[in-house]
Every structure is written in structure tokens, then in C-alpha cells.
DNA sequence: CAGATTCTGCTTTTT
DNA sequence: GCAGAATCTG
């Protein structure tokens, strides 16, 4: 017991060893958070206050759930597998895997990823006339998808206005058709979970008595679906009610638009009575500038629960900005950064390159290619997305449930067997008729093909090739493992000799190969090795990255997916208004906090040095955009900041960089060298302007919007439009003629 | 019906 | 600048 609290600052001891009923801890960055919550579970196990299997655990990512599984497990020998943790989602599904009768759901139902969903909805749109302009798929998306973490189904959903009306009966329309066909989606895995427990009295008394203590990862990130779902599973004020361990950091929610509700913070201080809130502010990973620089930013968000990071390490060294002519400069200046650094004996893979949104990545990756740096970029396109794993996934998903029109329709003409869009949607309306599934049309196509040989007969070809293909894998596949049931799919349905004559086909070819090695691991280390259980695997665990084997590389990333990671060395680049905080945020209510907060999320990944770079004027969408450095910038305390700078304008405000020495210094003045006809190229870009008294990257300023800089013009002389981006009131376009501009 | 070509429109993302 | 969708041609 002892060995397990030793090392514990006096506030995660607090944590750990908490005895009131529910907590809040408020864990900054780098504070511990993840040693706090496993050790208390071991606290909680090995002083005998309760049993594994009293244990319900939830994160947001399956990483998260395994890590915390491998912790808990080297610390203590204990019975992890009686313990629930998981995902919100995968718990859901498991509960309405257990009890799906009750939850009103087939046997065999299937999961709907972001893209399944989009493919559901276009069709629902098809289907009743409307245009993909007027209402465009991912805003229905995004509607039902709101409605459902709302708690509310179609009918529930307040509808003021046509619009919304229109919207309401699609999400209606939708749910009819999702529940024909047997899927559920991700949003449904935890509505159908709560709404099963709040209406069946039995089932929530069974799962209450059981789970005495109740973890949450990452609280800040619940949406207020899965807070609800928390509060039924604990039952504050029932008979039986579990401890809440809610462990969470205002500070760093960043999600927000996808439903995250950080109220849910205050919410729980009050609905589970928790006495006070635990505060970790002591950061064992950063240097205390950097530390400095992140507090600073952050002060400026209101209505925080409050706190600030504070470290025993030192001051450390000053947090570098660099300011670029171009976005090409601001890459070389990075590479030639992190080849100084890698030079000094610093590992690659210990320096992290972050980005605000994934287009910036392609200059970066362009030069570090060049430069021959290695690196590895993530958030690409995830195994189980690639076009020819599902592929194969939905002649599975036939296999285990045929109605699954979804699935069907990916593959009826892939590979391609002559069955055109005439053919497909004479078939829908057979099904429209029927009201059925298209599979249950195809079948009666095939028997009456049976009866009377019909001229598109040809065998293999047609609707009733395409049946007898799909009854023939369902019936060859009965008792034989998963990896041969996947293999003969992949053989039988003509995607291995589709690939094999395409000439790129060699890749998805080995990616098939890849499913059937996921199959044999799944079947080697899951308890349930059904082709059902597998496709759930697939939609639910699927996405996560494999490490591609080891290899020393610059990590590329959003911000957003460097959350909860650390690095020596940290590199944000592109801090301009409009990039960073996006411009798009600036429609959004509590938007600029929230790009503040990520901004915040950002800075304290770096333990010892951290470099903020921005550039005048970068690439973007194919167009040269002029920024102005992010307010960010400003926004920490300028005693913490070292500003470097190119010799682009002519003038060297470099004096080497510090720290590591001159190495770095001599590497940048050898390849700053042939940028200055970078500088002079948008040098030429702004004398665009020159014939109306302006240019291109000028500081202007307007009676109305304040002061802004020009980012753009079209037009010649009376017609002449200007684009400014201003600093209060964002970017607009302004008729010269009328617009009253004074240059600054 | 299938492959080739033009057109459009862009945050962030895990489950 | 690039990917996915819509549209065109053999």
C-alpha cells in the first residue's frame, strides 16, 4: 500500500486516497493525471474498498482504455479483465450487444462510421428529392448527430421554422431506415444504451448494484449525452449510487464543436455534491517559461474553474518566435532548426512539429522531404477507411446481416458486374414497393431469374450473379474460422483479381492481405472471435494508428492530435490571424477561447523548448494569402519571448540562436541564401495595388471596422474590390470606391 | 456501362 | 493544390 503512495505530491495523494463519495480533480497539463486515476483504482483494489469487478472505467479513445488497463496491471495482480473499461461507445455496445432484444435491435446489428452514416443520409436525401445544394449532406449530419447527444429523437426535436421542419423529418426519415436496415450509428451506440437503462428498471438496477466506482477520463470532453449516461449508471440519490471519479481540465477542452460540453464540469460539482475541487498544478514536464508563457495566454479566458501550472525545474530557455517572409521561409528556418537540434544528440522523434489545420502540413512535409529529415505524419487516412478494406468489410457485413443496404450498395457493382444505375434503381423502387431491404429485392430478382433464364444471365454478372455470390459465401463460410471466412471473401468476390490487374493495385492488394493478419489477431486475443464481433472491432477500435514499426522521425501533427503527448522540442508554426486563431472561429460563440485553449494545449507539449513562427504571407488553397501574426503572440508577457527573425526585409535582427549554440545559428545563416528571391517575389505581388494608392500586405484602417491589413484585390479602377482583414471585425471585401480607407 | 475529364470547395476529430 | 463529385465520351 505504502510502495503505492510514495512519490505522491500532497495533492494526488488527496486524489488517490479521497474518501467522500465523488471528485472532480482538476489535472493541468502534464500534472499526473493518468498515474492519479490508475493509482487509485490500485488504492481503491488493494485496501480492499472494492473488487474489480465493481470497477467501471471510461476514456475516450482505446488508447487511453489500454494504457490504463497495462498500468493498473503492473502495479497490482489483479483480475483486470473483470474490470469495465473501455470507451464510452464500446461500453454502450457492449451492454446493447448483451441485451439487444431489449434494446429493439437484431442479433447481428452493424456500426456506422462517419462515413457509413454520410452514405445513409445522401440516400435518405435522394430518396425524398431533396437537393444535395439546398440541404447539404453534412449539415443533416451534423443535425441528427447534435440531436442525438441531446438525448432527443426526431420527434422530440423542437422545430421552429421550414427549415428545421425539413431537417426533422429527414432525421425521422433516417431513423426509419437505420432501423430497417439494422445499423446503428455512433451517436445511437450511446442514446440506445441510455434510453434502454432509463426505461428497464431491471437492467439499471443490475448495472448500479454493480459498479461501486465510477472513472471518467478527459471529463471536460463529455458531451451532455454522455454526462446523463454517467449520472444513470451512478444514480446520485438512489438507493445504490457509485462514486464518481471525474478527472478532467477546463483549460483543455478543445472539442467543443463536436459537442464537448465543459459545463458538465460545474454540472457534476453539483449534482454529486462534491465538497471541493482538487486542484493538480504542479507540471512535471515543461520548464517554467514555457509554463509562464501558456499561464500568461490563458488568463485571458474568462469563466475558468481557475488555476495555474506552476514547476519545481527551473526557468529554462526563452520561448523562441520566429517571424518569416514566406510560409517556404518559415519551413526552412524549422528544418534547419531541428537539424541543429537533431545534430546536438536529440532524437527526432522527440521533436514535434504542430499545425492548427492539416493543409499546412503539405509545405512542411515538402521540405523536410527535401531536406532528407525524416518524419511521420499523423491523422492519415486509418486502415479500416481505406476504399478496398471496406470493401471487404461490406461483403462481410452481408454476410452477417443482408439487409444492410449500405454495405450492399458499396459493393453490388464492385468489382464491376454490369449493374449500371438503371439497373440499381429499378431495383430500389422494387424495394420502395416492397417496403424492404434491397437485398430482399435482389433475392426475389434471383428466384424468379431461377424459374425463367433471363437474357443478362450471364453467370456471375448481373443481380442474380451478384445473390447467388453472396448466398454462396454465407453458406461456404458456415464454421470455418474468421481469417479463412475473410480470405474466400476476398478470393470469391473478384476483389483479389480486380486489384491484381490494376496496375496501383499492389497496395490494396497487401491491405487485403493486412485484414486477414487483423483477423488472425482478433481471433487470437478477443474473447468473442465472431465475424460479428469482428466487424464491431473494425468500426470501433479500428481507427487507431498502428505504430509503424519504430523508426527515429519528426512527429507532424494538429494540435488537436498532440493533446496528451510531450516533446523535447516543440515547433507551432502558423500563428496568423486567420490560421491560428481560424477565422472560422470567429462565427462561433466562445470560438477565440476555444482556439486559445488549443493554443494553450500546444505550448505546454514541449518540455524544454518551444518555438512559435509565423509568416507574412503563405499558400493557401492555391492562393497567396497575407496574414498578420496571431494575437496569441501578444498575449504572453514579451520578457518570455526571444523573436528572431529572417534577413529577408534586409535587415538582420538575428544574433544567433541561443542555447545550443552556434551550430544552429551558422546552419540557418547557410541556407537563408536564395530565400531573398522569395522576399522579392511577394515584393512584386504587392505592387498589384500600387495604381489605387495601396498594396497587398498594407495596414489600412476603416472608420466602421477599425484597422485591418489588405489581403487581396480583384477589379481595375472604379470596380476595384479590396480585401481586408480586419483585426476586430475579420475579413471582408470592400468596394474601393465607397469604402472610406486611410492608409495607416 | 465504364473510364476519362472537368468542376468545386475547403477547420479541428474519436468513437 | 488536391480530393471527391459531377459530367462527358467511347
Not at 84 to 99: E, M, N, S, Y
Not at 107 to 129: G, H, N, P, T, W
Amino acid at each position: 500500500m505504502t510502495a503505492l503512495l510514495t512519490d505522491l505530491n500532497p495533492e494526488q495523494l488527496e486524489a488517490v486516497t479521497w474518501s467522500h463519495q465523488s471528485a472532480l480533480v482538476l489535472a493541468g497539463a502534464g500534472s499526473g493525471k493518468t498515474r492519479v486515476l490508475t493509482t487509485r483504482i490500485a488504492y481503491l483494489l488493494q485496501s480492499g474498498r472494492t473488487r474489480p469487478q465493481n470497477i467501471l472505467a471510461v476514456t475516450f479513445t482505446n488508447k487511453a482504455a489500454r494504457e490504463m488497463v497495462a498500468r493498473i496491471g503492473a502495479m497490482l495482480p489483479v483480475n483486470t479483465r473483470a474490470m469495465w473499461v473501455g470507451t464510452f461507445h464500446g461500453l454502450c455496445h457492449r451492454v446493447l450487444r448483451a441485451h439487444h432484444e431489449d434494446a429493439g435491435l437484431p442479433q447481428a446489428f452493424q456500426i456506422l462510421d462517419m462515413a457509413d452514416q454520410l452514405a445513409v443520409i445522401k440516400r435518405v436525401l435522394k430518396e425524398r428529392s431533396l437537393d444535395e445544394k439546398m440541404l447539404p449532406p453534412r449539415q443533416l449530419q451534423w443535425f441528427i448527430n447534435n440531436a442525438k447527444e441531446e438525448g432527443l429523437r426526431a420527434s422530440q426535436v423542437d422545430v421552429h421554422g421550414g427549415f428545421n421542419q425539413t431537417l426533422a423529418e429527414c432525421y425521422q426519415a433516417y431513423e426509419i431506415v437505420s432501423m430497417r436496415e439494422g445499423t446503428v450509428d455512433f451517436a445511437e451506440l450511446l442514446l440506445r444504451c441510455y434510453e434502454l437503462l432509463s426505461r428497464n428498471e431491471i437492467l439499471r438496477d443490475h448495472y448500479r448494484s454493480r459498479f461501486e466506482h465510477i472513472l471518467v477520463d478527459e471529463f471536460q470532453d463529455t458531451n451532455r449525452l454522455q454526462y446523463k449516461w454517467i449520472k444513470l449508471l451512478a444514480g446520485p440519490g438512489s438507493q445504490q449510487h457509485a462514486a464518481i471519479f471525474a478527472v478532467g481540465d477546463d483549460d483543455q477542452s478543445i472539442y467543443a464543436f463536436r459537442g464537448a460540453h465543459v459545463g458538465n464540469m460545474r454540472d457534476l460539482e453539483k449534482d454529486f455534491s462534491v465538497p471541493k475541487i482538487i486542484r493538480l498544478e504542479q507540471n512535471y514536464r515543461s520548464h517554467g517559461n514555457i509554463l509562464d508563457a501558456a499561464n500568461a495566454l490563458i488568463e485571458h479566458n474568462k469563466g475558468r474553474l481557475g488555476k495555474n501550472l506552476w514547476t519545481a525545474a527551473g526557468k529554462g530557455e526563452p520561448v523562441r518566435v520566429y517571424h518569416a517572409a514566406t510560409d517556404m521561409d518559415e519551413t526552412s528556418f524549422i528544418i534547419d532548426e531541428i537539424k541543429a537540434l537533431h545534430a546536438d544528440g536529440l532524437a527526432l522523434s522527440d521533436i514535434a512539429l504542430l499545425y492548427r489545420s492539416n493543409a499546412q502540413s503539405r509545405v512542411l512535409e515538402h521540405g523536410l522531404f527535401n531536406a532528407s529529415v525524416s518524419y511521420r505524419v499523423y491523422g492519415g487516412m486509418r486502415f479500416f477507411d481505406r476504399q478496398e478494406v471496406k470493401h471487404a468489410l461490406a461483403y462481410l457485413r452481408l454476410i452477417a446481416l443482408p439487409d444492410d443496404d449500405n454495405a450492399l450498395l458499396r459493393i453490388i457493382n464492385f468489382p464491376p458486374r454490369g449493374i449500371g444505375a438503371r439497373t440499381l434503381e429499378q431495383l430500389q423502387d422494387q424495394a420502395a414497393m416492397l417496403g424492404t431491404s434491397l437485398w430482399q429485392a435482389a433475392f426475389k430478382v434471383y428466384e424468379g431469374g431461377k424459374a425463367v433464364a433471363t437474357r443478362n444471365s450471364q453467370p456471375g454478372r448481373g443481380i442474380a450473379g451478384f445473390v447467388s455470390l453472396v448466398l454462396s459465401m454465407q453458406q461456404d463460410g458456415e464454421g470455418l474460422p474468421l481469417p479463412e471466412i475473410i480470405r474466400r471473401v476476398i478470393d470469391q468476390s473478384g476483389l483479389a483479381a480486380h486489384y491484381q490487374a490494376e496496375r496501383e493495385g499492389g497496395e490494396r492488394l497487401e491491405n487485403l492481405k493486412e485484414l486477414i493478419n487483423a483477423a488472425t489477431s482478433f481471433v487470437h486475443e478477443s474473447e468473442d472471435d465472431s465475424l460479428t464481433a469482428f466487424l464491431a472491432h473494425a468500426s470501433l477500435e479500428g481507427g487507431e494508428h498502428q505504430a509503424e514499426g519504430y523508426q527515429d522521425a519528426v512527429q507532424l501533427m494538429t494540435v488537436h492530435a498532440a493533446k496528451g503527448l510531450e516533446f523535447h522540442s516543440v515547433f507551432i508554426s502558423g500563428l496568423e490571424e486567420g490560421l491560428f486563431p481560424h477565422e472560422n472561429s470567429r462565427n462561433e460563440p466562445d470560438g477565440l477561447e476555444e482556439e486559445r485553449r488549443l493554443m494553450y494545449v500546444a505550448m505546454t507539449r514541449a518540455r524544454q523548448r518551444l518555438y512559435l513562427s509565423y509568416a507574412e504571407s503563405r499558400m493557401l488553397h492555391g492562393q497567396v494569402r497575407v496574414n498578420i501574426p496571431s494575437r496569441f503572440i501578444d498575449e504572453i508577457p514579451q520578457d518570455l519571448l526571444k523573436r528572431l527573425r529572417s534577413d529577408f526585409s534586409g535587415r538582420s535582427f538575428r544574433q544567433g540562436v541561443s542555447g545550443t549554440g552556434q551550430t544552429v545559428a551558422s546552419t540557418i545563416n547557410s541556407s537563408q541564401k536564395g530565400r531573398s528571391t522569395m522576399a522579392a517575389a511577394v515584393g512584386m505581388t504587392s505592387s498589384g495595388l500600387n495604381s489605387a494608392g495601396f498594396h497587398v500586405g498594407q495596414q489600412v484602417s476603416h472608420a466602421k471596422f477599425g484597422t485591418g491589413i489588405i489581403l487581396n484585390y480583384e477589379g481595375s479602377g472604379t470596380d476595384m474590390r479590396i480585401q481586408v482583414n480586419f483585426h476586430q471585425a475579420g475579413t471582408k471585401w470592400l468596394s474601393l470606391a465607397y469604402a472610406k480607407l486611410e492608409p495607416l
